[in-house]
């Protein structure tokens, strides 16, 4: 009797294991790996950019993130949004960008671009952009940075404007 009670909960004991290593165990994993990085974790540094100094020129404005917590993990694109007067306008990514996965020990860094053209002021094409939105690949959370870069051109709108993000790349050695 003791023989086979013994074994119905050992029996008993590994199908509730079993049970919960459904989510267990993909969550350890990530705890391995890192999990996506956050803003609560990274410092973000806007600029120096590489200003458009006329309606139709180019301008380039680096985004850096350093991570000042536990590893975490960059896998996608950055969300980048551009407000002005009322509207947002999201941004798509650079034309051939391919995103890669980062993963970003404490101290690491790892940036993007923001490229735009400038539109011009007052017209109807051009957003009068004040804020930059930007959200992480696999976080929710956003943080939210002046524009201080002038108005971005429209495609063929204000709300479809000639902005782009580019991949994230590792920065540093």
Known sequence: MRTISLAVTAV????????????????????????????????????PASTAPSAGDTGEVPVSLTNQSKPCTLDGFAGATLEGGGTKVALSTQKGAKAQKLKLAKGDAASFTVTYVRGKAGD????????????????????????????????????DSEASVSAFTQAGD
């Open 12 to 47: 008993a004991s590994a199908l509730l294991l079993t049970a919960c290593g459904g989510s267990g165990s993909s969550s350890s994993s990530d705890g391995k790996n890192g999990s996506a990085c956050s803003f609560d974790g990274v410092a973000v540094q806007v600029g």
């Open 124 to 159: 109807k094409l051009s957003l009068a952009a004040t804020k930059l939105v930007v959200t992480l690949p696999g976080s929710s959370d956003s943080a939210s940075y002046k524009w201080s870069y002038g108005p971005v051109q429209g495609k063929g709108s204000a709300s």
